[in-house]
């Protein structure tokens, strides 16, 4: 069985899909932390993204694999372990940039799928889950939120992990508004609900409230 959360960053989406899967004994899969190690492999190889061989070639080696240590995944580009580098701003930026390349999100949509086939009752997050990885999932969840609201959680997450007196909740939300924009307007696999998703508001939730309400939604066997 496939479960597909998608939606804008800041709505909850990675740590209610955690969740969801840690109460149901699912396994978990963050496809966007799959675009921020692929955009930490072009940074950190200085892959020209207008050059189409360049670029071919970085992902025909596709680098990326995911291995679980101690119950948490770990991203890998190549022999390195990229996972502490996958929120850096400098990341995060080239991850929102090469999500709108069709060779980028071809490549991943095989390596998604593939995870799809040997991973067994899965949850997937990410903004195209349900609209074009996955269109026959069992259940297609959408998340939203108040703008301002997700940029206040993103903001006290930031500063959690790396205490930064420069960083504003104002700049924290001018940045994801530029990327949902970006998400939302390319031309390949726009951010948008599937038709057949449900659509879930969490601005007033909390975690456990949303994951109980996407559990109402599961099928019986
Ligand atoms: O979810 P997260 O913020 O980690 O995703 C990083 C970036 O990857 C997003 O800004 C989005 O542009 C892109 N992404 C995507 N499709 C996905 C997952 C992420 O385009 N399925």
Known sequence: MIITIDGPSGTG??????KLA???GWIY???GAMFRTLAYGVIKY??????????????AHFPVT???QNGVTHFFLDDEDATMHLRRPDVTEMASKISTIQAVRQTLAIAQRKLAISGGSSIFDGRDMGTVIFPHADLKIF?????????????????AK????TLTEERVLADILERDTRDMTRDIAPLKPAEDAHVIDTSALSIDEVVAAIKKHIPGP
């Open 13 to 18: 989406k990675s740590t209610v899909a955690k």
């Open 46 to 59: 200085e892959i020209d993204l207008n050059s189409e061989p360049q670029l071919g070639y970085f992902l």
């Open 162 to 165: 790396n205490p930064d007196p």
């Open 22 to 24: 840690d109460t149901l």
């Open 29 to 31: 899969f963050d496809t």
């Open 143 to 159: 998340l939203t939120a108040d703008p301002q609201i997700r940029a206040e959680r993103r903001y006290l997450e930031l500063v």
């Open 66 to 68: 995911l291995k679980k």
